[in-house]
């Protein structure tokens, strides 16, 4: 078989064995939200049924919730939770609070900050919270910076036994020498029995820690179990990295959440590309357990069976949402399988519990790379089937032509780049067109799998990238190497950014002097992360080549040596670039969004929707294009699939067996998050959080919709 579908059991007992997929659980309790994803399956999916295809268009907003935090570039990722009649949500800035669910009149709210000091300390985005009860103990878990926090359910005060005053340092028990690194945990964790299971969001250059998945116990903080993403010597996997600097590499870590088998013990964990993401000369090898989904014994973090989606990853294809566990019927019988999409419009699908793919999945030849130090993976897995749920492949037939002038433009900016094969390796030579896109195909919002009809929907992002890569600047300005390490993948080696996303740091000495420049890159700010761990004269360098001060050191590069957080790579990503026409449309012919459903027991397409509209262009007489979309779908048992995600900052209900629009609502701001369902006394809710931001302007509402009384 395959090294990278390898099949393993690991310290398994008879007992686990016995639970094979033929086995028939209960399905999960559909009508409470009180985890990620709504169940700890990831179905989002609501039994609730109060609204219909019918009555949905008589929809009305219930309450709005005001966080009162947002700001400039910030956003709302959350989807909250509800228990007992009580909405666990979190701000703008990191603060946690809970609402009554049938209202939104606030019960408390609590603020970080207060244990980790300073206002201006960057948490990130967060998505989401866990819930853990026992008897009268009850728990929200939540993540802010490099910290775990525990909170008392009802008053939403730290519990002092839970670490170190209700705070466990994410950044301590990695199993690292590393001493600093940039950590965040923005998903969060999943709960099994007494333990919290959790990854984290790294840096994705090669200052980055190795992202290895960790149980913590819920009671007291203690750390439970660790699984290496990253092998350590004589662990499995180690042979497929590169042992003169395995122990330098990064990531591989868990940033899009987790699904729980909870009858049979499974924690499924999909994780994300190794460091440096697009030049891999420092891993040579296939790199496990990057860009995987692994089967993990939720008590002990024991390897069970793993899947290998991407081979030595120079693309950023990391898994980027937590996979689906479904159950299908396929040649008459049924199938306990969990469902994983990814960035490249592939769903993978596997038992549950063995592993083995319900479709065969094909090793095919792909592109090979001709950057120098770079031995890209020969080969890269096809699944045969479920069918794709968006375009492969960016064309000549797919160049944007609604107008002449954009298809001229777009073929300007074509020039020197090739396309026409979505596994086209990154080149110092010309660029590449990467399709589908760095932000998918799927992204982190997640699907929805209905149980009852076993369908699943995934929304899509067809927005092409370009990619184009740099020889690191032979420089003897420390200042310069320091940038091109830590900043030039998101600004550019010609600081001009590719706003609004990555601003231009072209004239950045009118705005900052020295001190408030230095305050911003240790502590972040918005989407920009805190780079607290470079070193004070590393930034201060930075900060005088970016003034256009720093004067050039024939040692300045004998500082950068010897060093893991000094590492850099021979060549570098020269900035995150979307293929957009100078009006900022995607150079590609429509739809640039979409809904998708899967009948999940035959692999094939059901329907696919547009989702999202320009208004101004279809005032222009242009059919809907879809936009770019983040967040994810919830269906119900009333027929209807809920979704927001998308930049023209509404909220829609499509039929979801037709895939027709039934209903939408304007929303304060952008809902980049995924909508929760529930029911209080007997009504139903659909409630968004509506931040904002990626390129709309940010918001701080939350916002429930219901049937009028």
């Not at 000091?117 to 009268?136: D, M």
């Not at 083995?356 to 130090?373: A, F, K, N």
């Not at 048992?637 to 039934?662: N, S, Y």
Request: glycine share 10%; with cysteine; proline share 6%.
């Amino acid at each position: 078989m395959n090294m990278f579908r390898l099949i393993a059991f690991v310290g398994l007992g008879c007992a686990f064995l016995a639970c094979s997929q033929t086995e028939q659980y209960p399905l999960p309790d559909y009508s409470k939200w009180e985890h990620f994803g709504g169940t700890n399956d990831a179905a989002r999916y609501s039994s609730h049924s109060q609204i219909t295809k019918e009555n949905v268009k008589n929809l009305e907003q219930a309450w709005t919730f005001h966080t009162g935090d947002a700001t400039e570039r910030s956003q709302i990722q959350t989807q909250p939770i509800v228990v007992d009649g009580v909405l666990y949500g979190v701000s703008p800035q990191i603060n946690v609070f809970a609402l009554k669910a049938d209202t939104g009149k606030p019960l408390w709210r609590f603020n970080p900050f207060q244990l980790l000091g300073g206002e201006n300390s960057w948490a990130g985005v967060n998505r989401g919270l866990a819930y853990w009860e026992e008897g009268q103990d009850k728990r929200i878990f939540f993540s802010a910076s490099n910290y775990l926090i525990a909170l008392e359910a009802e008053t939403g005060r730290p519990i002092e036994s839970f670490g170190e005053k209700g705070m466990v340092d994410l950044k301590k028990d990695l199993d690292t020498d590393l001493e600093d690194f940039l950590l965040v945990s923005n998903t969060p964790g999943i709960i099994y029995k007494d333990k919290i299971i959790l990854g984290m969001r790294l840096s994705e250059g090669l200052d980055a820690a190795p992202g290895h998945i960790r149980a913590y116990n819920v009671k007291t903080g203690k750390r439970e179990w660790i699984f290496h993403t990253i092998p350590m010597e004589g662990q499995y996997g180690y042979d497929t990295w590169d042992p003169n600097y395995i122990e330098y590499i990064g990531g591989a870590n868990n940033w899009a959440g987790m699904s729980l088998d909870e009858n049979r013990g499974i924690v499924y964990v999909p994780t994300g590309s190794a460091t440096y993401d697009f030049w891999g000369g420092y891993r040579h090898g296939a790199n496990l357990f990057a860009n995987s989904l692994i089967a993990l014994d939720a008590n002990t973090g024991k390897r069970i069976w793993h899947f290998q989606g991407v081979h030595h990853d120079i693309w950023d294809r990391d898994f980027p949402a937590n996979p689906n566990l479904i159950r299908i019927k396929k040649d008459g019988k049924w199938i306990d399988a969990v469902a994983q999409t990814s960035k490249q419009g592939y769903v993978y699908v596997f038992d549950r519990v063995t592993g083995e793919p319900v479709w065969p999945i094909e090793e095919r030849p792909v592109p090979q790379s001709t950057l120098p130090g770079e031995k890209s993976w020969p080969t890269q897995p096809h699944p045969t089937l479920p069918e794709p749920f968006m375009r492969m492949v960016y064309t000549e037939n797919e160049i944007l032509r609604l107008t002449p002038e954009w298809e001229a433009d777009i073929r300007g900016k074509l020039d020197n780049v090739k396309f026409g094969n979505m596994w086209l390796p990154p080149s110092h030579e010309h660029g590449i067109v990467l399709f589908p896109g760095m932000d998918g195909g799927a992204e982190w919002g997640g699907s929805s799998f209905d149980p009852f009809t076993q369908t699943l929907y995934v929304n899509a992002n067809e927005i092409p990238w370009v990619i184009r890569m740099g020889a690191n600047p032979k420089s003897t300005s420390l200042g310069q190497s320091v940038y091109a390490n830590y900043c030039a993948n998101c600004h550019g080696m010609d600081r001009k950014g590719n706003p609004p996303a990555f601003p231009s740091l072209i004239g950045l000495d009118k705005k900052y002097n020295e001190g408030s420049l230095d305050n911003l890159i240790k502590n972040g700010k918005g989407a920009m992360p805190a780079f607290s761990h470079i070193a004070e004269n590393e930034r201060k360098a930075m900060i005088a080549y970016l003034f256009g001060e720093e004067k050039e050191d024939p040692n300045a590069k004998k500082e950068l040596e010897g060093g893991k957080e000094m590492m850099t790579p021979q060549f570098y990503m020269q900035g995150y670039s979307r293929l957009l026409t100078e009006d900022g449309y995607p150079g590609i012919q429509p739809p640039w969004g979409t809904l998708t459903a899967i009948d999940m027991n035959t692999g094939k397409i059901k329907w696919q929707s547009v989702l999202g509209e320009f208004e101004e262009l279809t005032a222009k007489g242009f059919a809907p294009t879809g936009t770019e979309n983040y967040g994810g779908p919830v269906t119900t048992a009333g027929g209807l699939v809920f979704i927001a995600a998308t930049k023209d900052e509404k909220i829609r209900a499509f039929d979801k067996d037709t895939g027709k629009i039934l209903w939408e609502a304007k929303l304060p701001a952008a809902g980049h998050a995924t909508p929760a369902v529930y029911s209080v006394n007997g009504k139903q809710y659909v409630v968004i959080a509506c931040g904002g931001g990626k390129g709309t302007k940010s918001g701080d509402a939350y916002v429930a919709f219901a049937l009028p009384d």
